[in-house]
């Protein structure tokens, strides 16, 4: 079976269209990586904060980031297999909401074994995004340009970690570390990008 490929579709409006789509999909996907690493590195920051505040060893606390890596592939794990029957679109919309519920309820985590159990949670959401969001980038993409778009689509997560950076000397001072986390809650508005601009992949 011959593969699809986007670039290929024949007629102006049709090629016009498809370009649109494939757009809209790439900034979707690299928006939801670099929201994504936006909370990672968030962390990394306050590491030393939240282990006073929770009366932990900073190893206690790393050990989070740790948690959260493992998890990764059991969401890529679930995700992915969502993304082959479903499709990528509504995978990828369960996906932002749940990672961005987890990230709100972070900052309100009451003690460390609530916040470790969350961030478990939100290995499963980080794993599980960059796998459907890459599938639907990618499959919009003219196979002539995929190595370029994906190395673009990677420097979502270096994006990420600016964007941390600048929170952490802009917010952190004034409101805190769980503010934060409040503030990574905004992947949710992905959706309504993702609900009403980006379509399903062809392929």
Do not use: C
Not at 43 to 49: A, C, K, Q, S, T
Not at 72 to 79: D, K, N, Q, S, T
Not at 81 to 100: N, Q, T
């Amino acid at each position: 079976m011959r593969e699809f490929d986007p670039g290929s579709a024949a007629g102006p409006e049709t090629a016009a269209e498809q370009s649109s789509h494939s757009t809209t999909a790439f900034i979707a996907s690299f928006l939801g990586w670099t929201l994504d690493a936006f909370d990672f590195f968030v962390l990394v920051f306050v590491i030393p904060v939240i282990a006073r505040e929770f009366h932990r060893p900073i190893s206690d606390v790393a050990y989070t980031i740790t948690i959260t890596l493992v998890m990764r592939p059991v969401g890529a794990l679930i995700f992915g297999w969502m993304a082959d029957v479903y499709g990528r679109r509504l995978p990828l919309l369960i996906d932002v909401i749940f990672y961005s519920i987890v990230e709100v309820l972070s900052g309100l985590a009451p003690s460390y074994g609530w916040f470790l159990f969350l961030r478990a949670l939100y290995g499963i959401g980080m794993g599980g995004e960059w796998g459907v969001g890459a599938s639907l980038a990618m499959e919009g993409v003219s196979s002539k340009r995929r190595g370029l778009m994906s190395g673009l689509l990677q420097e979502g997560y270096a994006f990420g970690y600016l964007l941390a950076a600048a929170a952490f000397f802009f917010i952190f001072p004034h409101y805190g570390w769980r503010a934060l986390f409040n503030v990574g809650g905004l992947p949710a508005l992905l959706t309504l990008f993702i609900r009403t601009r980006v379509p399903e992949s062809k392929a």
